[in-house]
């Protein structure tokens, strides 16, 4: 049985179509608001706890855009929940208050920097989440790309 590990984060623009990205002490990439889901958490209130944590804001968060199951064998397998977290008016940005034992900063990006910020991996979710926002409906990923179309096998009785 699959035992992975869970994530959930949220995709914030600016009034530009920017895409907030935050950046952690621990890493030397930069990343989306978000982090592993506690136990007996939802991927939704693990996304509005991360949130607070991490900017020290409760902005309304909206639906789902991606769910990503990533293959990294040499970590074990991980399922990445992406919410939209829509526009942050001027007011909320303001509000940022930053985690400072996580954060070192963040800032506002157009997504088409996301290949230099983010690694590979999580370029082509985000990428593909921005797609799902723009078409109105989730999409199902697995290591960030959805998959192809296929057919089913029939299921006639015979």
């Given at each position: 049985m699959a035992s992975p590990h869970a994530a959930a984060g949220a995709l914030f623009f600016d009034d530009h179509g920017r895409l907030l990205l935050v950046d952690p002490h621990y890493k030397d990439c930069h990343d989306v608001p978000g982090g592993y889901i506690e136990p007996g958490?939802?991927?939704?209130?693990?996304?509005?706890?991360?949130?607070?944590?991490?900017?020290?804001?409760?902005?309304?968060?909206?639906?789902?855009?991606v769910v990503d199951w990533p293959s990294r064998?040499?970590?074990?397998?991980?399922?990445?929940?992406?919410?939209?977290?829509?526009?942050?008016s001027p007011a909320l940005r303001d509000s940022i208050r930053?985690?400072?034992?996580?954060l070192a900063g963040y800032d506002f990006h157009p997504v088409e920097e996301l290949p230099g910020l983010l690694i590979e991996r999580?370029?082509?979710?985000?990428?593909?989440?921005?797609t799902a926002r723009s078409?109105?409906?989730?999409?199902?990923?697995?290591?960030?790309?959805?998959?192809?179309?296929?057919?089913?096998?029939s299921c006639e009785r015979r």
């Open positions: 958490e939802t991927p939704f209130q693990a996304c509005v706890r991360e949130v607070r944590e991490e900017l020290g804001i409760q902005p309304p968060i909206g639906g789902l855009l064998h040499e970590e074990g397998d991980e399922i990445l929940f992406l919410f939209d977290g829509g526009i942050l930053l985690g400072a034992d996580e999580l370029t082509t979710c985000v990428t593909a989440a921005v078409i109105g409906h989730p999409l199902y990923l697995e290591n960030g790309r959805t998959l192809p179309e296929w057919s089913a096998p």
